[in-house]
């Protein structure tokens, strides 16, 4: 299974895991962040969950995308460019624009950058947030894109 996949494939099996994940965080029982919700108007409701299902899907795709994609440059170069853009505006805005979103839906008054290690949509996913966030951010940030650097390199 690993590499076999074209990029339409790992797209669609984005999405597929995306929807999941979301579900996954409608029916999940988390007290906090289900109060925070329960105070939402339908409008807020409804871009609180698109905005968790692009999450979702840029997730799955920036963890599993250099294992499950075809090696090719065209390949390398979407997640080369993929990374490139979410590194460029977690460094200007000190976090993740939709984890900000998602914030300040749940939160009004929320600032960003004022609690970098919360994440509500990796929290709906795995209880113990902060030791799941930094497991993810070392596999995405750091192991992903050295696997793709030198597959590119070689």
Not at 53 to 69: D, E, K, R, S
Request: glycine share 2%; charged share 15%; with cysteine.
């Amino acid at each position: 299974m690993f590499n076999k996949l074209t990029l339409k494939n790992t797209v669609i099996i984005s999405i597929i895991i995306a929807l999941f994940l979301t579900f996954n965080a409608y029916i999940k029982k988390h007290d906090i962040i289900k109060n925070q919700e329960k105070k939402l108007n339908i409008f807020n409701k409804i871009k609180l969950y698109a905005i968790r299902m692009i999450h979702y899907f840029v997730f799955f795709c920036l963890l599993f995308f250099p294992f499950l994609t075809k090696v090719s440059v065209l390949n390398d170069i979407v997640f080369i460019c993929l990374f490139v853009t979410l590194q460029i505006h977690w460094i200007t805005y000190s976090e993740c624009v939709l984890t900000i979103t998602e914030k300040q839906i749940l939160d009004p008054s929320y600032v960003p950058g004022s609690n970098k290690s919360y994440e509500p949509f990796l929290s709906l996913i795995n209880d113990d947030s902060e030791k799941f966030t930094g497991m993810i951010q070392l596999i995405a940030g750091f192991f992903c894109p050295l696997i793709i650097f030198l597959r590119v390199l070689t």
